[in-house]
């Protein structure tokens, strides 16, 4: 007797720094976290807090504020600029901070412990969007990931 096995859809989607992530669809795996840790983070923010209604929140790097020649006349909001913003969360009603990893308490994300957050207005969306810093949101593959993450959260 012969088994047919079907390979489940692989789609690919842009990273950060030309990258590419190769993920399957709804499956949160090491691929998954890999591509939303690394230059997706704003689509699946997106789709989530879409999904939800929870306010998004980006992670801030402090550190550029500082360097001159990375934050000169840069000034996209008011006290930020664009070399600050970091990562994209969602905010739950109960505070913790969800992203492809899971749900973590405040300056507690992988990766970005003790990072500070301000909230992602509208406005800060559209910088994202029009930066040539930020790839295109990958939504219509993010959004097959929100019911498996909001179903493995505690």
Not at 47 to 55: R, Y
Request: a negative charge; one cysteine or more.
């Amino acid at each position: 007797m012969t088994m047919s096995t079907t390979a489940e859809p692989k789609v690919t989607i842009p990273g950060s720094f030309g990258e590419t992530f190769t993920v399957t669809p709804g499956r949160i795996d090491d691929a998954a976290r890999l591509a939303f840790e690394s230059g997706q983070c704003h689509a699946l923010a997106r789709t989530l807090s879409d999904a939800t209604g929870w306010p998004m929140a980006l992670i801030i790097d402090d550190e550029c504020a500082y360097d001159p020649d990375l934050c000169a006349d840069d000034d996209i909001a008011e006290g930020l600029c664009a070399c600050q913003l970091r990562h994209i969360v969602v905010v739950r009603p109960d505070g913790q901070h969800v992203d492809i990893t899971g749900a973590h308490a405040p300056g507690a994300v992988p990766g970005y412990e003790g990072a500070p957050t301000t909230p992602l207005t509208e406005d800060l969306w559209q910088h994202l969007l029009d930066s040539p810093d930020w790839r295109t949101p990958a939504l219509n593959v993010a959004c097959t990931f929100v019911a498996p993450l909001i179903a493995s959260l505690p």
